[in-house]
């Protein structure tokens, strides 16, 4: 599917996009939200420090499993999540992971990003 954002283009040939109108009510929320913001009497939820952490490491093309290993070791709910997640996967049950390392190794960078999110998530509400 490809998105087709209407242009306008100025004699200068200069392009720039136009956003298509708000209907009214959304307008109306949204104004109040950003004021609200900017007023200081809202506040914007934060990922949880872990996830915010795998994140980084995510982004940084030189983590190592190693790293991953050290940093969610420090959380033993997340830990025994990881090892027991890839021990109930269909798709690992001939060699069980027996630690963190494995269980990561098996799952992958961006699985386990998806299960530590899904983990610590909830205690944001």
Request: glycine share 4%.
């Amino acid at each position: 599917m490809v998105a087709v954002i209407p242009v306008s283009v100025d004699q200068d040939l200069k392009i720039t996009p136009q956003t298509p109108p708000l209907n009214a009510k959304l307008q109306v929320v949204f104004t109040e939200l950003l004021a609200a913001l900017k007023a200081g009497q809202l506040e914007m939820p934060v990922l949880p420090d872990m996830a915010m952490k795998v994140k980084q490491l995510l982004e940084n093309p030189k983590s190592s499993v190693d790293q991953f290993v050290k940093l969610l070791s420090t959380d033993p709910e997340i830990t025994l999540y990881l090892i027991s997640a890839t021990n109930n996967t269909t798709l690992f049950n001939e060699c069980p992971a027996g630690n963190l390392h494995d269980a990561i190794t098996r799952l992958g960078y961006r699985m386990l990003y998806g299960i530590v999110l899904n983990i610590t998530l909830p205690k944001l509400f």
